[in-house]
């Protein structure tokens, strides 16, 4: 499987959570939610202008904007303490380096439960590290977070 396909096949589990994260933060109350388009390149050379800065932008009653970046991860986990490793992805470096999303949420795989990470934890975050991805079968290069640092809580 190509690069281009790993990447379309992933969007509907990541697209999944986006929607579940929205759905979380809309039934707590008292905020505006605003998922972001879904805007896929036409092919794989075109990456100019499909990249994001968030996935849900949220509005407060004081109408103060929150940006909230949203990662599936086949992972399951309920708390830091079953989280299976000592840190948690952010994001690849080149993307967190450029935008600026005031939170990631990283969904578990049977998407019940959330790591939050603020971003004013960002001077604790650890790399950029490189990885050699097993699924995307290319190397990549990310933040991770202490876990200790993330706030889990159930979606459902």
């Given at each position: 499987?190509?690069?281009?396909d790993?990447f379309?096949?992933?969007?509907?589990?990541?697209?999944?959570?986006?929607?579940?994260?929205?759905?979380?933060i809309?039934?707590?109350?008292?905020?505006?939610?605003?998922?972001?388009?879904?805007?896929?390149?036409?092919?794989?050379?075109?990456?100019?202008?499909?990249?994001?800065?968030?996935?849900?932008?949220?509005?407060?009653?004081?109408?103060?904007?929150?940006?909230?970046?949203?990662?599936?991860?086949?992972?399951?986990?309920?708390?830091?303490?079953?989280?299976?490793?000592?840190?948690?992805?952010?994001?690849?470096?080149?993307?967190?380096?450029?935008?600026?999303?005031?939170?990631?949420?990283?969904?578990?795989?049977?998407?019940?439960?959330?790591?939050?990470?603020?971003?004013?934890?960002?001077?604790?975050?650890?790399?950029?590290?490189?990885?050699?991805?097993?699924?995307?079968?290319?190397?990549?290069?990310?933040?991770?977070?202490?876990?200790?640092?993330?706030?889990?809580?159930?979606?459902?």
């Open positions: 499987m190509s690069e281009e790993r379309r096949s992933a969007i509907p589990k990541s697209w999944k959570a986006v929607w579940a994260v929205a759905q979380y809309h039934m707590n109350g008292n905020r505006i939610v605003e998922i972001c388009p879904l805007r896929i390149r036409d092919n794989p050379d075109n990456k100019r202008g499909f990249g994001d800065d968030a996935d849900l932008i949220v509005m407060g009653p004081n109408l103060n904007r929150t940006n909230i970046e949203v990662k599936w991860r086949d992972l399951e986990f309920t708390c830091q303490y079953d989280y299976p490793y000592p840190t948690i992805f952010i994001d690849r470096a080149s993307k967190s380096d450029t935008s600026s999303p005031h939170y990631y949420f990283t969904v578990n795989k049977s998407m019940s439960h959330v790591a939050i990470i603020g971003r004013e934890s960002k001077d604790r975050w650890i790399g950029p590290r490189q990885y050699d991805d097993r699924v995307k079968g290319y190397p990549v290069t990310v933040y991770e977070c202490p876990k200790d640092l993330a706030r889990f809580e159930a979606l459902k």
